[in-house]
C-alpha cells in the first residue's frame, strides 16, 4: 500500500478520548478494527466518507482529524 | 480418532466463519470467501480435468457426450456452490462488522492480479498448442473446451487465491 500523504491523529484523539480502543472506534465510525490498525499506521488513506465518521466519532471537524502534507 | 474429529471441525468452522483469532473478531469476509471459493474451484477443477483425460482425452472429447456432460456438471456445480457462498457469506446486520471499504480496496487489487493471470494463462496455453501442433496443422477441437473450462476456472481460483494472498500480507503488514 502507498504511503499516505494524507496524515492523521486518529491515535492520539483515541488516547484524549478516555482511551477508547480501536474496536470502539470501529464501532462508530462503521469500520473493522483492522482498518483503524491501518489509519493509525498510516498505512490506509481512508475515503471521505469514512474520514467524516471518523471525525464524528471523535465529535471533531475533519481538519482537526486528518491533514494533507505535500 | 481425535485427529479427525479435530480437522472436521476445524474445517466445519472456516465453512461456517465460527473461527475466532486471538483478538476475538470474525474472519474477514474477503478471506472467508477466498477459502470457500478456492475449496469449490478446486474440486471443479480436479473434476474437470479427471473428466477431460480420463477415456482418452482431447482427441475422442467431443465425441463423447456423457464426458461433456460430466465435464458441465462439474462446472455447474461450481458456479451454484459458488453464488450460494455469496450469499451464505453476505454481511448481516446481526453479526460483527467483516466487510468494509478497505476489504472493497483488498478485492479490487485482487481482482487486478487475477485478470493479469488470466490473460497470461490464455496466451501461454494457445503458444503451447501452437507449438505442439503447428507441424499437424490442426489443433484436436477438445482442447479448446478445455480451454475455455480452464479459464473460468482459473478465473475463479486465481480471484480466490489473490485475495487471500492480499489479505493476509496486508493484515500481517499491519500486525501490532
Not at chain 2, 26 to 38: E, F, K, N, P, Y
Not at chain 2, 126 to 134: C, N, Q, S, T
Not at chain 2, 145 to 160: D, E, K, P, T, V
Request: net charge neutral.
Amino acid at each position: 500500500m502507498a504511503k499516505a500523504q494524507i496524515r492523521n491523529c486518529v491515535r492520539k484523539l483515541r488516547f484524549e478520548h478516555e482511551e477508547m480502543t480501536q474496536q470502539e472506534l470501529a464501532d462508530r465510525a462503521g469500520c473493522t478494527r483492522q482498518t483503524v490498525i491501518a489509519l493509525e499506521q498510516g498505512k490506509y488513506v481512508p475515503s471521505l466518507s469514512l474520514a467524516f465518521r471518523l471525525a464524528r466519532a471523535f465529535g471533531k471537524p475533519l481538519e482537526e482529524v486528518f491533514s494533507y502534507e505535500e | 480418532m481425535y485427529v479427525y474429529s479435530y480437522i472436521w471441525s476445524e474445517f466445519f468452522n472456516i465453512i461456517t466463519n465460527q473461527t475466532l483469532t486471538r483478538k476475538g473478531t470474525a474472519m474477514s469476509q474477503v478471506r472467508h470467501r477466498a477459502i470457500l471459493s478456492i475449496l469449490i474451484w478446486g474440486i471443479v477443477a480436479v473434476g474437470f480435468v479427471w473428466s477431460f483425460f480420463s477415456g482418452g482425452g482431447p482427441a475422442s472429447y467431443t465425441y463423447e457426450p456423457s464426458r461433456i456432460l460430466i465435464g458441465a456438471g462439474f462446472l455447474l456445480f461450481g458456479f451454484i456452490a459458488y453464488y450460494l457462498s455469496l450469499w451464505l457469506t453476505r454481511v448481516k446486520t446481526d453479526t460483527p462488522l467483516i466487510r468494509d471499504e478497505r476489504d472493497e480496496w483488498i478485492a479490487l487489487r485482487a481482482s487486478r492480479g487475477a485478470l493479469v493471470f488470466v490473460l497470461v494463462s490464455t496466451l501461454v496455453f494457445a503458444l503451447g498448442l501452437w507449438i505442439v501442433y503447428r507441424d499437424a496443422g490442426f489443433v484436436p477441437v477438445g482442447w479448446m473446451w478445455f480451454m475455455g473450462y480452464c479459464m473460468a476456472i482459473i478465473g475463479y481460483l486465481s480471484q480466490a487465491v489473490a485475495s487471500l494472498i492480499v489479505e493476509v500480507e496486508d493484515n500481517a503488514s499491519i500486525a501490532e
